[in-house]
């Protein structure tokens, strides 16, 4: 985590101020509409990259066990990102692939490969809610966040772990979606999410991701290494460590072809 200096973090939350205040001619769906495009704007041009994933899962009674991923993303000019993760342990696992195409509007697509089965399972939008994995990501979880998916509503100004954030809500659009709301702590510095509460559709708290250890790449992008995900309805949980990330890697279409997923490597 950046550690900001006693006057820059306060020529930091002088500015929340200001943008705060300089906006005060808008509704707050137009504030915090123009806070999630800022966010999304900033991470415009990775191009694709690759990365390691250790995932954890624990249950209610503090019971471990870990997988082993590896995940590919590409930028697709106009539309939503691709996407997919490959298991590699354990053994009852291993070669099950996810495959994502997410759109800008309308339902994203989805397959899953499971090996023992040796089929490729198209996984329908009224299953986004689902469980990713026996984990307490859901398949919409997964999938990249576009800006198009929601409605928004900023909250407030705050502070999280001693930094300034922003508070948004966000509303999916998608009556299939498993939420109602989700509150959305962004960085006013480096317009990245630190937290997430995710309500269920009677409006009642389920979920909380903290995104934590950034790092900066090609000197503009961050990425979290670190995702806990909190279901406080279950007392589940699960820790997605994320390493060794490459950009630049000369990606296309024909390595997210979901004819290829049971041959993947």
């Known amino acids: 985590m950046t550690t900001l200096k006693p006057l820059a973090l306060a020529l930091t939350y ?7 205040h300089a906006t005060f001619a808008n509704t707050p769906e137009e504030t915090g509409l123009k806070i999630a495009k800022e966010v999304d704007t900033r991470d415009i041009g990775f191009g694709d990259s690759i990365s ?16 082993k991923m590896r995940n590919r993303t590409m930028e697709v000019l106009g539309d939503g990102d691709k996407s997919i993760i490959i298991f590699d342990n354990p053994g009852d696992v291993k070669g099950t692939a996810f495959l994502s195409y997410t759109h800008k509007t309308g339902p994203d697509d989805q397959w899953l490969f499971l090996p ?6 198209k996984i329908s939008s009224s299953n986004k809610a689902g469980a990713f994995m026996n984990s307490e990501f859901a398949f919409e979880d997964i999938a990249s966040q576009e800006v198009e998916k929601y409605s928004y509503r900023f909250l407030r100004d705050d502070t999280y772990e001693g930094k300034p ?3 948004n809500e966000s509303d999916p ?8 709301k989700l509150e959305v702590y962004i960085d006013t510095e480096r317009y990245i999410p630190l937290k997430i ?3 269920d559709r009677g409006e009642r708290l389920k979920k909380t991701l903290v995104l934590s250890n950034y ?8 990425r979290a290494h670190t995702w806990s995900m909190r279901n406080h309805q279950t007392g589940k949980s699960t820790v997605l460590t994320m390493e060794n990330w490459k950009f630049g890697n000369g990606f296309t279409d024909k390595d997210f072809n979901k004819n290829s997923l049971s041959r993947i490597k």
């Not at 023992?116 to 399972?121: F, G, S």
């Not at 659009?173 to 109602?180: E, I, T």
């Not at 790092?215 to 961050?222: E, I, P, R, V």
């Open 116 to 121: 023992a089965l040796k089929r490729i399972k």
């Open 215 to 222: 790092s900066q790449y090609l000197g503009k992008y961050w």
């Open 52 to 67: 390691e994933i250790t995932m954890s899962l624990k249950d209610q009674h503090g019971n471990e066990r870990s997988r």
């Open 197 to 199: 509460d995710f309500y």
């Open 165 to 167: 954030v922003f508070v």
């Open 173 to 180: 659009v998608d009556p299939k979606s498993g939420y109602s």
């Open 14 to 20: 002088t500015t929340s101020l200001l943008f705060a």
